[in-house]
């Protein structure tokens, strides 16, 4: 049996959405507790025909392995012109479905996905004094305090991630 399934290889092999943003509306970021890997996650928000406010545009930079580039591409393209409401209802259990088959030593791997978006659209609203939902609130808090222990135990990889991140140049 394949390690990976056929989704997870498409989105390995030719990522979707990656890079730096330029001229971001909200930038998460959001670290793995068990490996030290490291997400960046940028979103350009606009408003659909309706008013609503919409993901524009999305892409993402991340240290992590296979399947945090895979997952995250896969969200990406999954967020893409859905409203940020739409877009914090998605968990990492509907990612998984989609894949698939993952193996479990790299379940862990797709949380990174989705707290790094959940973190760019906090950015997003609490810049421009919107009402955060209390659930992305929590998610936020937890995400920092993950961020807090991951620089503690993961000290000399977090540096190595930081470092790479700032030399990486603007592509999107
Ligand atoms: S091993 Fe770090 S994100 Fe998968």
Known sequence: MKLYSKEVMKHFIHPQNVGKMKNYDGLGKAGNLKCGDIMYLYIKVGKDE?????????????????IAIANTSLLTTMVKGKTLKEALKITKEDLLKRFGRVPLVKIHCSLLAVDALGEAIYDYLSKNKKPIPKELRERHERVERDKEIIEIRHKELVEIEEELHQKTKHIK
Do not use: D, V, W
């Not at 919409?54 to 240290?63: G, H, L, P, V």
């Open 50 to 66: 309706g008013g609503k406010e919409i993901i524009k545009n999305i892409s993402f930079e991340t240290f992590g392995c296979t």
